[in-house]
């Protein structure tokens, strides 16, 4: 068990423990960090974080940038783009895939149409797990 | 006519007291807002303090990279000033501080040879800029009171590109530092390009050994170049809310000095308002007895009472009561 940290520059957004905490990183792939890690620093990718906490239960959260240290009992997410499950709007990340579906239907190598595509993703996929 | 001088202290009593009423307002907003402001800086700390942190062990790691962030220009052509003020006046020296530093600052580069380009922040440092004739390249609007990381990110994008092309080969930040309620100063900051990451490490305090052994992802370069920019924005984030924190500060104590001396006026103009009045009664109780004298008649008491009632019945009310009822600590 420790520590995990989601810190924006806003404020220290949430603080738990946990077993697990699983991420991806650009390049890396899937990673997942338990108690007795070694220290370690990784540029997130477009993608969930995963806490499972003792109990089993299960804080996810979509983070559009960011980077995770692990550092002794604590892991540390630092990201000025995260949202966790309960504050996605469904709708509106349905609206957003839409969109940008239809903009790369239009222009199949429109890079903010991709990008859009890829965070809508992300938000619909968060929120189903919660 | 008797009686003018009074009307007009009257009336400018009455406008000091409505003055007084807006700058106790303003007082009291700005000293609720100087505490939601200092609660902001002191939530974004942790996250300036983990990119530290995170720049540290990347440090320690021996992550050397090329970053444009990091480049030193031999020679320096161009210094980017970030002036930050605010949108709103009546925050005492708040504004013009920060502004004046900055253009000592500008004028100090001027010498030596060097232009500039200027980032201001706020409408009061655009404005006194822009009537002087300096060139304002950037400036940025309407969120001073209560930043955003969002209003940060705009303009370290915008300075991080001019910096990064070669328009720029140096920038300076001038904010009002937030030391405590009581204190603030201008502090002049050299932004970019960023010290060596070591130096940063070495600012950060932290110990660099046992550490060295982390593993990074996808490689100690990759992430420090990833970081840089995070890192840009969060001093300017910062810079920002120590700049609200500052201005909102500094309003509550210009808007309680003003309303102190509001009420200093207003002591000072009734006194003069009572001593008009009481010449002027003086003054038509000398009349009538004049006239009455010039008639040659003997004015009866009880028609002189009558006649001073008429002019100031308070004076007069204390004369009504009969001198057995008259209480020894009620006396005239």
Redesign the interface.
Known sequence: MFNV?V??????SYTGEADMVIAR????GD?AFQAGH??????LAVWSVDVVKPDGGRDVFAVHRG?V?V?GNQV?I?S?VSESAAEIDVTRAQTALDNANAALAAHADDPEAAAAKVRAELRLRVSALC | MPGGKERELRRRISSVQSTKKITRAMELIAATRVVKAMQRADAARPYARRITSVIENLAAGGAQVDHPLLREVGEVKRVGFIVMAGDRGLAGAYNTNPIRAAERQLMGHQSEGKDYSLFTVGKKAAAYYKFRNYRVGHSYLGFTDNPGYEDARRIADDVAEAFSVGEIDQVELIFTEFVSMGTQRVSVRRFLPLEDTRVMAEVGGGSAEAISSFEFEPSPEAVLEALLPRYVEARLYGALLDCAASEHANRQRAMKSATDNAEDLITKLSREMNAARQAAITTEIMEIVGGAEALGTEVPIDDFAAAFAAVAPAAVAPTAVSPADSHPLTET
């Open positions: 940290e810190v924006s520059p806003e404020a220290v990183t650009v390049d890396g990673i070694v220290p370690f620093i990784g540029t980077f240290q550092h540390t630092l000025d």
